[in-house]
């Protein structure tokens, strides 16, 4: 049966590193019988320039359609301005929201080869393995009621809304431990459950669901000091599950342990294994159209979703161990360059694992 990979380049450097991620697949499909087809569609500031939307129907007719989407990245200062409704990020809000995409696992892997990328001592993130699990489809990012409203005394308030329902709670939860299950069987609830009501039930569920995995030890955590335990001893956690917004925060801070953002994937899955894969990295508008980018986060993302998605874990192993190689050569685009590297360009690693895999 032949796959349909849905390729959302959105914008900034979004089609460039999409345009290497590609050209991965593509080898596979030529050179490993990888039986997909590409389909390109608009996501973002791209598909309000096009179509006038962020998610316009087009999308999402083909996105429903899908085996799986690829995705690049989306936004920019160009449409800062424009109205909350019409920004890029809603677009990619409204593709989670609508696919029911509510588990996003962000894995912080650390490549050997980056040790001294990293931000931290060599011998703090050495062997990092971190997987993040954050929830996707709640929280204050869709709570209501929201606004921007004028009281009576005439001065203005932003108000946003914690949300969190038992269901909510108890499905992430499980998707948590049964990854948990594949990996140390250590997982580490984050929440604010001092402060937060929505902590709170968060708290009580996750312990009830517990009981069902006995063979995995859970641990609760406040997200300030989890923020801190990252930074100070990151190797004591194994799977991470929090809400959307500390899952928003501390997979960025996760990130950057491994070296670079540059390097990180994700996937974003509904109860049926159906996903969204994309690098964690924003559209870097900067960088965006020089070549300069590093495409490795997004083709690991293709690696997840051939094992996530497309059930072909042989073929994702062959893309991490490509990667790996390539590292192994000495090639690092500008991210992950340290002292006396010269960096190379985003085709140029594009194409490089290309050839790891032709090997
Ligand atoms: C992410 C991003 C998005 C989020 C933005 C672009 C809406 O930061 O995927 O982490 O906040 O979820
Ligand atoms: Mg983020």
Same mark, same amino acid.
């Given at each position: 049966?032949?796959?349909?990979?849905?390729?959302?380049?959105? %914008?900034?450097?979004?089609?460039?590193?999409?345009?290497?991620?590609?050209?991965?697949?593509?080898?596979?499909?030529?050179?490993?019988?990888?039986?997909?087809? *590409?389909?390109?569609? *608009?996501?973002?500031?791209?598909?309000?320039?096009?179509?006038?939307?962020?998610?316009?129907?087009?999308?999402? &007719?083909?996105? &429903?359609?899908?085996?799986?989407?690829?995705?690049?990245?989306?936004?920019?200062?160009?449409?800062?301005?424009?109205?909350?409704?019409?920004?890029?990020?809603?677009? *990619?809000?409204?593709? &989670?929201?609508?696919?029911?995409?509510?588990?996003?696992?962000?894995?912080?892997?650390? #490549?050997?080869?980056?040790?001294?990328?990293?931000?931290?001592?060599?011998?703090?993130?050495?062997?990092?393995?971190?997987?993040?699990?954050?929830?996707?489809?709640?929280?204050?990012?869709?709570?209501?009621?929201?606004?921007?409203?004028? /009281? %009576?005394?005439?001065?203005?308030?932003?108000?946003?809304?914690? &949300? #969190?329902?038992?269901?909510?709670?108890?499905?992430?939860?499980?998707?948590?431990?049964?990854?948990?299950?594949?990996?140390?069987?250590?997982?580490?609830?984050?929440?604010?459950?001092?402060? /937060?009501?929505?902590?709170?039930?968060?708290?009580?569920?996750?312990?009830?669901?517990?009981?069902? #995995?006995?063979?995995?030890?859970?641990?609760?955590?406040?997200?300030?000091?989890?923020?801190?335990? /990252?930074?100070?001893?990151?190797?004591?956690? %194994?799977?991470?599950?929090?809400?959307?917004?500390?899952?928003?925060? *501390?997979?960025?801070?996760?990130?950057?342990?491994?070296?670079?953002?540059?390097?990180?994937?994700?996937?974003?899955?509904?109860?049926?294994?159906?996903?969204? #894969?994309?690098?964690?990295?924003?559209?870097?508008?900067?960088?965006?159209?020089?070549?300069?980018?590093?495409?490795?986060?997004?083709?690991?993302?293709?690696?997840?979703?051939?094992?996530?998605?497309?059930?072909?874990?042989? /073929?994702?192993?062959?893309?991490?161990?490509?990667?790996?190689?390539?590292?192994?050569?000495?090639?690092?685009?500008?991210?992950?360059?340290?002292?006396?590297?010269?960096?190379?360009?985003?085709?140029?690693?594009?194409?490089?694992?290309?050839?790891?895999?032709?090997?």
């Amino acid at each position: 049966m032949t796959h349909k990979i849905l390729v959302l380049p959105g %914008d900034g450097i979004g089609p460039e590193i999409v345009a290497e991620a590609a050209k991965v697949l593509e080898c596979l499909r030529q050179e490993h019988g990888l039986d997909v087809v *590409l389909e390109y569609g *608009l996501l973002g500031g791209c598909a309000v320039d096009e179509l006038g939307e962020p998610y316009p129907e087009a999308t999402r &007719r083909q996105a &429903r359609e899908a085996d799986a989407i690829l995705l690049g990245a989306v936004g920019g200062p160009r449409w800062e301005r424009i109205e909350r409704p019409l920004r890029p990020e809603r677009g *990619l809000l409204a593709i &989670r929201a609508d696919l029911e995409l509510f588990a996003n696992l962000r894995p912080a892997l650390l #490549y050997p080869q980056l040790a001294s990328a990293s931000a931290l001592k060599p011998e703090i993130v050495a062997g990092l393995d971190i997987l993040i699990v954050r929830e996707l489809n709640g929280d204050i990012y869709f709570g209501q009621p929201r606004g921007i409203r004028t /009281l %009576d005394s005439g001065e203005r308030e932003g108000f946003n809304t914690m &949300r #969190y329902s038992e269901p909510e709670i108890e499905r992430i939860t499980r998707v948590a431990f049964e990854a948990a299950r594949k990996r140390h069987r250590k997982l580490c609830s984050v929440d604010k459950a001092n402060v /937060l009501e929505a902590s709170e039930l968060w708290r009580e569920v996750t312990g009830r669901v517990a009981g069902d #995995y006995p063979d995995v030890e859970l641990s609760h955590m406040y997200v300030d000091n989890a923020a801190m335990q /990252l930074v100070r001893t990151p190797k004591q956690f %194994d799977v991470i599950v929090t809400g959307n917004l500390f899952g928003d925060i *501390l997979s960025d801070c996760a990130a950057m342990l491994t070296g670079s953002i540059g390097m990180l994937p994700s996937a974003s899955l509904d109860r049926q294994g159906k996903g969204l #894969y994309e690098p964690i990295h924003g559209s870097a508008p900067d960088i965006a159209g020089k070549g300069l980018a590093n495409p490795l986060a997004t083709i690991l993302s293709a690696a997840m979703l051939l094992r996530y998605s497309l059930n072909q874990p042989q /073929l994702a192993g062959r893309i991490e161990d490509a990667v790996g190689r390539v590292l192994d050569q000495g090639l690092r685009t500008l991210d992950i360059t340290t002292s006396g590297m010269t960096p190379v360009g985003t085709q140029a690693m594009g194409d490089a694992v290309v050839a790891a895999l032709m090997e």
